[in-house]
């Protein structure tokens, strides 16, 4: 199995137990870029959508690119109905977007599963002038309070999700000034998950 595919085999449990992002890391990217209905957004790899909905509520004109086939069929009944709502199920690294350009470029926890070889440049020659790129993940301390959940956690892992090629990347976001970009900012939220 494509360890990128990892989750694409469980869509369904993959978006209840997700953990979502917090609505000032969507208010800060969406006010920094003025998003609205005359700009353009793409989504690296959105899953099923964890930190779709707020950038779709924009109006934007949004794009997904999803090498999941079975997460690009959930997005779509998700959010199908949204005029605005576009999705491709390809690979970022390789699918090829013609002359089209964005406004903002975000990554929810995808981009570091993409060498920043291919990935910074790439972005880079998609965005506008002006344009701007959000990377955001979760960090969480699932060790925290409860050692025996963690350890039967990774023994579910083992279990189900056993894939045969590593994960190799090894992305550091401060590397995108190395492609050209400037302005680097870096946030950090905490929330409580229950």
Known sequence: MDFRKTFDTIPEQFDKWR?????????KIITHTDLSPHKSALEIGPGTGQATEPFLKTGCDYLAIELGKNFSEFMTNKFGTYDNFHIVNDDFETH????????LIYSAA???????????????DLLK??????????????????????EQMEEVYKKHFYVETKYTCKLDYEHVLNYGFTDLNYYEWKIERF
């Open 19 to 27: 953990p979502r992002y917090c609505e000032e890391l969507y208010s």
């Open 96 to 103: 090829n977007f013609g002359d089209r350009k964005f406004d």
């Open 110 to 124: 995808t981009i570091q599963w993409i060498p920043e070889n291919v990935g910074f440049p790439k972005i880079f």
């Open 129 to 150: 002038p002006g344009g701007i790129l959000a990377m955001f993940m979760t960090y969480s301390d699932y060790k925290s309070g409860n050692e025996e959940l963690y």
